[in-house]
């Protein structure tokens, strides 16, 4: 798994957003068959999707949306993905483990599928989900939906969400998978976009869902991190590797007591950061 701090939804049916995307500085693309295409636009979305994985091109990791299984356009989606190989799959409205390994059996060879969780019923069978298997890579939280499915009222902070933010987050973390907020809406408040964005990292998301290129900025600078969070992981590590810290399962680093989870927690950290220089030089590793 690469990194996926932004995650940026792109309509498969819009040729202009699909070449733009080639070039976009998002660690994911998503060409979109569900939300973001019209039904008499299906078939249509579907075989541009497929055109533009051939032709290649992207700076991103390229995936795409499939439309549900149960509704007319899912088992087309699948065959056409799985017919030109593609490396990713997002899965919408999934609602149990049978759903992921449902999805799963039609994916091609080495194909990463990542679940979409938006209802209600998802949330109640979120450890079901979460321990569906590989290739399942991560869990998607779709807040348009969920929100629309619990009848929350209207928040700027997304208190109605919070419970569903961290059991998403837990979900992901007891069987190593990838978690990844939602998407915002507001596309002219840049201050909001990135205090959601801070959140979402304080819960312990990944990354997170975009609809818009300009969301990307914001998205890759809260989920990477910080100069001073790679400065603090490097100390930690520089520490515990002192002749006198060996044996030690706690030391003393700038004034506060650090025990060896700080050290796989900055370890983390600069692994994050060397992916994120590497990708920054080489494109998507």
């Known amino acids: 798994m690469g990194l996926a701090r932004s ?86 409205k999934i609602e149990s483990g049978a759903d992921v390994r449902a999805v799963i059996e039609h994916l091609a060879e080495g194909a990463a599928l990542w679940a979409m969780v938006e209802t209600p019923r998802a949330l109640l069978a979120l450890p079901d989900i979460a321990a569906a298997g590989r290739p399942l890579e991560a869990l998607m939280l779709g807040v348009n939906d969920l929100a629309t499915g619990l009848r929350t009222g209207a928040s700027t902070d997304r208190e109605p969400l919070k419970p569903w933010l961290a059991a998403l ?43 818009h290129p300009s969301q990307i900025d914001a998205a890759n600078a809260a989920f990477g991190p910080s100069p001073a969070e790679i400065e603090r992981a490097r100390a930690i590590v520089g520490a515990f590797a002192a002749p006198e810290a060996q044996g030690l399962g706690a030391i003393r680093v700038d004034g506060q007591m650090v025990e060896r989870l700080h050290l796989v927690a900055a370890e983390r950290v600069l692994v994050d950061a060397q992916a994120i220089s590497t990708q920054d030089r080489d494109g998507p590793i």
């Open 7 to 92: 995650v940026l939804y792109l309509p498969a049916s819009n040729p202009r957003a699909i070449e733009k995307a080639r070039t976009l500085p998002c660690d994911v693309a998503i060409l979109d068959l569900e939300d973001a295409v019209a039904p008499e636009l299906k078939s249509e979305a579907r075989a541009a999707a497929v055109a533009a994985m051939q032709a290649g091109g992207f700076r991103a990791l390229l995936g795409v949306r499939i439309n549900g299984v149960d509704t007319p356009w899912g088992a087309a989606d699948l065959a056409a993905l799985r017919k030109c190989g593609a490396e990713l799959v997002v899965a919408p």
């Open 169 to 211: 987050v837990a979900a992901a973390r007891a069987h190593g998978l990838l978690a990844i907020d939602g998407v915002m809406n507001r596309l002219d408040d840049t201050a909001a976009l990135e205090s959601e964005c801070a959140q979402g990292r304080l819960y312990g998301f990944d990354g997170k869902s975009l609809i």
